[in-house]
């Protein structure tokens, strides 16, 4: 019976008889429970109305009036039946402590029968307490202790608080309000500054970059215009030095005519500027600048003047109107200038004299003095109005 045998492991059944004696020891403590909770609430244990009747009992039997004590309990159980038991308890307890008082006394005495016939009326009346919602007070239970009234809290200005309160939050939330807003201006005038020191500097880089590349154009532009001199210096040089192996030439007379290289033309005017209406002196200078004495053809037919403005637009020319004539050679001797000067009339010209000729406008021009082919350096003449 111990060890249960089935087709199941024995642990199976050794659960299932832990579970139903589990079971069966939680119904028997709620049953335990229910009843002691029926046996408290229902009926009240009175010890101080159990104390007479053990009294009685150890005592004689009672004649006279002490005899009826139990019938007069009775009766007043009787008469409280229909109302509550506890007042019948109540009564037979003020009964026996009339009996159990007048003990001691004479049974013969009247007084002491008047009294005892009396007590278990009037005491029974006189003392039964009444039930309350909680149930009856057992007689030997010690008195409920006193309560003391607590005085209402002090009256408070709420409408005083109230506002206060409302004021202070106001005023919180008005200085938040400040904190926050001077914040935002500071951090908007924080981003402004950045974002100004960003344009700046973008703009100061942009402008480094476009000064770089002004800086590196001009170099290329120097180094192109070096160059060109460079060239030009070379050709004069491999000219000149073409030239100097040359075999001299001679004219029909037997001079030595000058090498284009030996010869320096110049333009030159009478004055730097002019008033609009005058009549410029414009001059040609020819220079030997070699070593030896040649003979330099100056007629006036190779002799020619040019004026343009500072754009490069033709002006006027001596060779439009009033070509040079005549034939002329001049010896130049080492280090020698012979100057040429004509009289320009200030107005314009076109080729073959073409158009009419009217005065120039006030500017300046460079006028260019050419012989046989070859451009002299050039001079500025200044018109004012």
């Given at each position: 019976?111990?060890?249960?045998?089935?087709?199941?492991?024995?642990?199976?059944?050794?659960?299932?008889?832990?579970?139903?004696?589990?079971?069966?020891?939680?119904?028997?403590?709620?049953?335990?429970?229910?009843?002691?909770?029926?046996?408290?609430?229902?009926?009240?244990?009175?010890?101080?109305?159990?104390?007479?009747?053990?009294?009685?009992?150890?005592?004689?039997?009672?004649?006279?009036?002490?005899?009826?004590?139990?019938?007069?309990?009775?009766?007043?159980?009787?008469?409280?039946?229909?109302?509550?038991?506890?007042?019948?308890?109540?009564?037979?307890?003020?009964?026996?402590?009339?009996?159990?008082?007048?003990?001691?006394?004479?049974?013969?005495?009247?007084?002491?029968?008047?009294?005892?016939?009396?007590?278990?009326?009037?005491?029974?009346?006189?003392?039964?307490?009444?039930?309350?919602?909680?149930?009856?007070?057992?007689?030997?239970?010690?008195?409920?202790?006193?309560?003391?009234?607590?005085?209402?809290?002090?009256?408070?200005?709420?409408?005083?608080?109230?506002?206060?309160?409302?004021?202070?939050?106001?005023?919180?939330?008005?200085?938040?309000?400040?904190?926050?807003?001077?914040?935002?201006?500071q951090q908007a005038?924080?981003?402004?500054?950045?974002?100004?020191?960003?344009q700046e500097a973008?703009?100061?880089?942009?402008?480094?970059?476009?000064?770089?590349?002004?800086?590196?154009?001009?170099?290329?532009?120097?180094?192109?215009?070096?160059?060109?001199?460079?060239?030009?210096?070379?050709?004069?040089?491999?000219?000149?030095?073409?030239?100097?192996?040359?075999?001299?030439?001679?004219?029909?007379?037997?001079?030595?005519?000058?090498q284009p290289s030996?010869?320096?033309?110049?333009?030159?005017?009478?004055?730097?500027?002019?008033?609009?209406?005058?009549?410029?002196?414009?001059?040609?200078?020819?220079?030997?600048?070699?070593?030896?004495?040649?003979?330099?053809?100056?007629?006036?037919?190779?002799?020619?003047?040019?004026?343009?403005?500072?754009?490069?637009?033709?002006?006027?020319?001596?060779?439009?109107?009033?070509?040079?004539?005549?034939?002329?050679?001049?010896?130049?001797?080492?280090?020698?200038?012979?100057?040429?000067?004509?009289?320009?009339?200030?107005?314009?010209?076109?080729?073959?004299?073409?158009?009419?000729?009217?005065?120039?406008?006030?500017?300046?021009?460079?006028?260019?003095?050419?012989?046989?082919?070859?451009?002299?350096?050039?001079?500025?003449?200044?018109?004012?109005?």
């Amino acid at each position: 019976m111990m060890h249960p045998v089935g087709p199941l492991p024995s642990r199976v059944y050794w659960i299932r008889r832990a579970i139903a004696i589990g079971a069966a020891v939680i119904v028997l403590v709620l049953l335990a429970w229910f009843v002691v909770s029926k046996a408290t609430g229902g009926e009240p244990t009175n010890t101080g109305a159990q104390t007479p009747a053990v009294a009685q009992s150890s005592s004689g039997p009672l004649t006279g009036v002490l005899a009826s004590a139990p019938a007069a309990s009775s009766a007043a159980d009787s008469s409280a039946a229909g109302g509550s038991g506890a007042v019948s308890s109540a009564g037979a307890s003020g009964a026996t402590s009339g009996a159990q008082s007048s003990a001691p006394s004479s049974a013969n005495s009247k007084p002491a029968k008047d009294s005892a016939a009396s007590t278990p009326g009037s005491t029974g009346a006189a003392t039964t307490p009444k039930p309350t919602s909680g149930g009856v007070k057992p007689a030997g239970s010690a008195p409920a202790p006193e309560r003391t009234a607590t005085p209402p809290p002090a009256t408070v200005d709420t409408k005083a608080e109230q506002a206060a309160a409302a004021k202070t939050a106001a005023e919180q939330a008005a200085k938040d309000k400040a904190a926050k807003d001077k914040a935002a201006k500071q951090q908007a005038a924080k981003d402004k500054a950045e974002q100004a020191a960003k344009q700046e500097a973008a703009k100061q880089e942009a402008a480094k970059q476009e000064a770089a590349k002004k800086a590196e154009a001009e170099k290329k532009a120097a180094d192109k215009a070096a160059a060109a001199k460079a060239a030009a210096e070379k050709k004069a040089a491999a000219e000149k030095a073409a030239a100097a192996k040359a075999a001299p030439t001679t004219d029909a007379q037997g001079r030595l005519i000058c090498q284009p290289s030996a010869v320096k033309l110049t333009t030159t005017s009478g004055a730097p500027s002019y008033q609009v209406g005058d009549k410029p002196i414009l001059g040609l200078v020819v220079t030997n600048t070699s070593d030896t004495a040649c003979a330099q053809d100056t007629s006036g037919a190779k002799q020619v003047f040019t004026a343009s403005t500072k754009g490069g637009q033709r002006v006027w020319s001596t060779n439009d109107c009033f070509p040079g004539t005549g034939t002329e050679t001049r010896m130049l001797q080492p280090g020698e200038s012979v100057p040429f000067n004509i009289k320009w009339a200030g107005t314009t010209s076109q080729p073959g004299c073409a158009g009419e000729r009217v005065e120039v406008k006030p500017g300046k021009y460079v006028v260019t003095a050419q012989l046989a082919g070859r451009n002299a350096e050039p001079v500025t003449v200044t018109f004012n109005s």
